[in-house]
């Protein structure tokens, strides 16, 4: 939750979340210094500079450099370059490559924010928190089990008295619950082009997944919504087109783990951290001190 602070220069009372004051237009001297509430996402640099001092974190030990052009090779990095947030990273030979260039600083955040994360999950460091894990008590365990026991009892009176008839409606039923459920979660499935930052996004049941630019990895990132509420009017269809400058969704490694959770196998998406409670977490600055910036693929794009 964002403190309240007194405007220094109008008396005028700002939150420590708001850039500027509202009464003078004077620059907010707190604004980015508390870190996004746990649920929150940072979305500006300041605030993503403010994550990273909350969570001890050693960025240049981990070769992350947030608000600066850093120019020596193996780095992952985010400035602003007048109007526009500049997202990069110097491989090991030393050439840039740009992960994004634009004037939407949340985009550019997001970028290097998940790559962060993506980062530190590899070596097993979670400063997003841990999963809560799921158990059921033998109290439900064992109404859920008498209730099973009724069900089945009631299922098997019926099956005596009308057993071919009772098969066919049960199929019936089930295949036309089965169909209706897939079209309805699926109906808008397909690309959309955002007209506020022109990215490419892919709406898959509930969530959406996007991609800037040509992904050597094939990977669509996971996102929290389409920028605009209505986004039915910026349909591109669901069939890819190379036009579009991004990798095609049905051939990422995205749509293998989505399709793999539908026959129950683990699936690495937003949603999986949807239980995460970030108070649960137990980290803190000796969770960095066997850091290897070694083990980062420094050859790729990013």
């Known amino acids: 939750m964002a403190s309240i602070v007194t405007c220094p220069y109008c008396g005028s009372v700002v939150p420590s979340d708001q850039k500027n004051c509202p009464g003078c237009g004077a620059p907010n001297e ?4 508390e870190p996004a509430a746990p649920n929150q996402k940072p979305k500006t640099i300041e605030e993503l500079q ?23 090779p193996k ?38 924010y998940n790559k962060l994360l993506e980062e530190c999950h590899r070596r097993g460091i979670y400063p997003d928190g841990k999963p809560i894990p799921v158990s059921r008590s033998a109290g439900s365990g064992s109404r859920s089990a008498s209730s099973r026991r009724h069900r089945r009892g009631d299922f098997l009176s019926l099956l005596t008295e009308h057993p071919f008839r009772l098969f066919l409606l049960l199929v019936l039923l089930t295949a036309i619950a089965s169909s209706c459920s897939d079209r309805l979660n699926h109906r ?36 929290d919504a389409f920028p605009e509420s209505e986004y039915e009017a910026y349909g591109l269809g669901d069939d890819w087109d190379t036009e579009w400058g991004v990798s095609d969704f049905r051939e990422s490694s995205t749509w293998d ?17 949807d239980s995460w409670d970030s ?10 001190d066997s850091w290897d910036s070694g083990s980062t693929d420094w050859d790729s794009d990013w």
Request: charged share 30%; with cysteine.
């Open 257 to 273: 783990d989505l399709q793999s959770s539908t026959v129950g196998t683990s699936s690495s998406t937003d949603s999986d951290y």
């Open 30 to 33: 707190l604004y980015g210094t």
């Open 75 to 112: 780095a992952f990095g985010i400035y602003r370059d007048g109007d526009e947030v500049v997202v990069y990273k110097n491989k090991a030979d030393g050439e840039r490559a740009i992960r994004y260039r634009g004037r939407f600083e949340e985009r550019g955040v997001r970028e290097i």
């Open 50 to 72: 403010a994550f990273c001092r909350a969570h001890n974190m050693p960025l240049r030990k981990m070769r992350f450099f947030i608000g600066e052009d850093y120019r020596q």
């Open 188 to 223: 808008s499935d397909g690309y959309y082009r955002s007209p506020e930052d022109n990215g490419v996004y892919y709406h898959y049941g509930d969530d959406w997944y996007y991609s800037a630019d040509e992904d050597s990895t094939g990977f669509w990132y996971p996102t």
């Open 279 to 288: 108070d649960d977490s137990d980290w803190d600055s000796s969770d960095y």
